[in-house]
Each structure stands twice: as C-alpha cells, then as structure tokens.
C-alpha cells in the first residue's frame, strides 16, 4: 500500500485509531486526521489531528483517499459512508497494519475463547524464545505492532468478526477457528451474517498455510491445511480425555494441577499447541510453560473454595455460547448466575445443560425476566435485581460440593461499564457475602 501524499480519514478515537493515524503518517500519508461522532472526544498524541463531534458534512469536506474504521463503527453507515464521497476505499486497523508489518501473522477467532488462546500462544511463543506480542483485539493495536522497531517476529492476533468485515489482503500463516455460535445480533440482521464475517479470516489463505479447527465445525471447504482438535467429540489430532491431551494412544499434556484443566480451556490448549507445531516449534520447546499459565481475569476464575462451594467467576461470558462451554466443563452440581443485556439471543439451546447440570438457576438484569421464562420449567429459578443479590441467593442454595458459576451469557451493558466491571462486582460481592 502506498499511501505517500495520500489524505486518510481515521474514523474511531479509541486507541486503534489513534495507531493507525499514526502509522499512515509515519509511511508517508499527507494527512491522517481522527474523526469521531463524540463531541467530548480526545486524543493526547500532539502530532495527531482529531475532529471530535465530525457530522456527515466534515466527512465530505475532507475528501479522503482511504478511510480507515475503528471495529465498533458500520462500514455500511451513512455517517460511514459519508467518507467515500471521492471514491475511497474502507478498511480496518488491522488490514491497514497487514499492510506495512514484516513478521508472521498467527490470527485467532472464534466466538468464545479467543482472548485465552491469545494469550497463551503469546506465552509459549516468549518462552520458547522467540519474540511476540499479542495484538488486535486483544492486547495493543495491531498498527502499533508494525510500527515497532524492530517488530517482534510474530503477531498473535485475536481477530473479531467485526475487524475481519473489512479486510482485503489479510493473510495469516496460522489461522484458528476456536467454535462458533450467535452472537451479536444487535449488529448482524442474521446469524450468516455474523458467520461470514468470521469466515474471512480464510479468505485469501492458501495450501501452504495452516487452519485449526474445532471438530464439527461444518466450515465450507477452505484452502488451508486444516488440523483439528477437540475436547467434547473424541476425534481430532488432539482429544481431550481425563484431564489429558492425547494424541491417539499417546498423552501430549496432562493437564491436572493446572490452570487449563477444564474442557473448554482444554480446547484453547489444543490449539496453542497445534499452532506452536504449525509454525514449527518443538513440543518440547513449549508444552513445559503451559503449566505456568494462567488465563485473563473473569474466564470461569476461582473466587473462593470455601465451605466447600467452588465460586467460579466467568463474568467475560458475553454470549450464550460461552455459558454452554462454562456448563460442560462442570463435573459438580451447579447453581447457574445469569443475566444481563438483552441482546435478543435465544436461551432454549441452554435446556439440556440445565437438566443435566443446574440444581438451581439465579437471574438478573435487563434479560432476567426472559431468562425465568426459559429456565423455571427445568430448574428451580430465582429472579433478581442485581449481582449482589443474586451472589445472596446463591449462598442460600448452594451447599457443599456445589459449583456457584456465575457465567452471565449476554453482555453487560445495562448495568455495567463492561465484563470487567461486573466481574469485580461479582467478586466483591461473594468475598463479602462468605465473610458474613
């Protein structure tokens, strides 16, 4: 991409944004300029141009040559499209960064576990020697990355359907497709929609690449050399059996004692693994620091084992399918928290789960009324207001031997500033409940 003399509107005042202005500067763009709906917007980088509050008529006063969106922002929005009134392509940050980064990509997608392979594959890659960074939608910009002198040799890049709506040439050497399920629709019209965003990651790889997929995944056919793994189905290069990754007869992993141990972690492991291999390490190189690893905060994290009760904390379950994986991976009976924004997801997948593994459903939140309707024929159900009052609930139900997995399957949005804000709620308020 040459972008030498070329006029680039920056739409996003985020930190993606504020990456990519900086990189189409640094290769020789004649203006990049920030442009953001927020009046109250900021940026504090001196050498960057920002326009808090841009309306449609900015945008076609700047006359861009690229435009270049954050992943929150529809490339088919009017404010949008505004942009292109001379005929100017869009893209994202991440396909703006492909563009001008010189190491080897390793992309990660998926509708849930993304972020824990991400940063696993990072840690193996850093203790196998080799240099690394985690960016894109997890970590740093990808844009910072290649502007990074010198680059690591590899970028470990958790990619989102939202970011792969507007690439072009992205190519990654590894591409992984943890699992997919709804998700999102106040963004897609349809769940094909949503699938075919993530789709892309495929899009230009080639027999010489690799893919790693969940067994039962149902892809069309794609390209790349595909290898898969699973936890749940028994077949797969890898499997997951007693707490051990095997590989046919052969144990690759036990992963009892360690942070990983429960299924769908389990499957984050395998494809580490399977992408450490790809890019041509030695299990011996790696596979000892899996046992050093711990996941990101709030992914089915212990709070506490007292009295006997496991409270897990797996507030980042932003979708339905994440709680599913969260409910499979339990071997105890379950008191279920859930609840949150309404996202319009349908929660009668959940039905087996429940019957199988939930003595006890607590709801709250915006969703909660759904969520009794859906869940009070199979198990007992309790609806409330907020976290707090739902960890109370759970006190007075649970007992010992039973898991308090509080996995809330919808985002956060109408209580909270974020999964992580509810999850430091959900922790607070369970040290508090069990002190008293």
């Not at 300029?33 to 009046?39: L, M, S, V």
């Not at 591409?175 to 075919?196: C, G, Q, T």
């Not at 009892?256 to 390490?281: D, F, K, P, S």
Request: hydrophobic share 40%.
């Amino acid at each position: 991409m040459n972008l030498n003399g070329k006029k680039v509107a920056i739409l996003g005042c985020g930190r993606s944004g504020v990456a990519a202005a900086r990189l189409a500067l640094a290769k020789g763009a004649a203006a990049a300029c920030i442009f953001d709906i927020n009046p109250h917007a900021s940026c504090t980088d001196p050498g960057i141009s920002l326009i808090p509050g841009a309306g449609e008529a900015e945008a076609r006063a700047f006359a861009a040559d690229l435009v270049v969106i954050s992943p929150g922002i529809e490339a088919d929005s009017p404010w949008t499209l505004a942009f292109t009134c001379a005929g100017a392509p869009i893209i994202g940050e991440i396909e703006l960064a492909c563009q001008f980064y010189t190491g080897r990509i390793i992309g990660i997608t998926g509708t849930n576990g993304k972020t824990t392979t991400t940063a696993l594959i990072e840690h193996l890659l850093l203790s196998a020697g080799k240099s690394a960074k985690a960016c894109g939608n997890y970590g740093f910009p990808f844009c910072e990355l290649a502007l990074a002198e010198p680059a690591p040799e590899f970028a470990v890049l958790e990619v989102s359907s939202f970011q792969m709506e507007t690439i072009r040439s992205f190519r990654p050497e590894v591409a992984i497709w943890l699992n997919f399920a709804p998700d999102h629709m106040d963004r897609y019209k349809k769940v094909s929609d949503y699938f075919e965003a993530k789709f892309r990651i495929f899009e230009n790889m080639g027999p010489e690449q690799t893919a790693i997929v969940r067994v039962g995944e149902a892809l069309p056919r794609i390209a790349p050399r595909v290898v898969e793994f699973s936890a749940f189905e028994g077949s797969g290069l890898l499997r997951y059996e007693g707490g051990r990754i095997m590989q046919e007869e052969r144990e690759v992993i036990d992963l009892r004692g360690t942070a990983m141990v429960q299924a769908h972690n389990a499957e984050n492991t395998m494809a580490a693994i399977l992408a450490c291999r790809a890019i041509g390490l030695t299990d011996e190189q790696f596979l000892p620091f899996i046992r050093s690893f711990s996941p990101p905060h709030y992914r089915c994290e212990v709070v506490t084992d007292q009295g006997g009760i496991l409270w897990l904390n797996d507030s980042k379950s932003t979708n339905l399918h994440s709680t599913e994986a969260a409910l499979r991976s339990q071997t105890q009976p379950v008191i279920l928290i859930a609840g949150g924004k309404d996202k319009g997801l349908d929660y009668s997948p959940l039905e087996p789960l429940l019957r199988r593994s939930v003595r006890h459903c607590i709801v709250f939140g915006q969703i909660a009324e759904q969520l009794e309707n859906t869940f009070s024929p199979i198990c007992p159900t309790t609806r409330v207001q907020t976290v707090p009052e739902a960890v109370q609930a759970a006190a007075r139900h649970a007992h010992a031997g039973d898991v308090v997995l509080f996995s809330p399957g919808t985002s956060s949005f109408d209580q909270f500033t974020g999964y992580v804000q509810r999850g430091q709620c959900f922790h607070d308020a369970v040290l508090l409940t069990i002190s008293q």
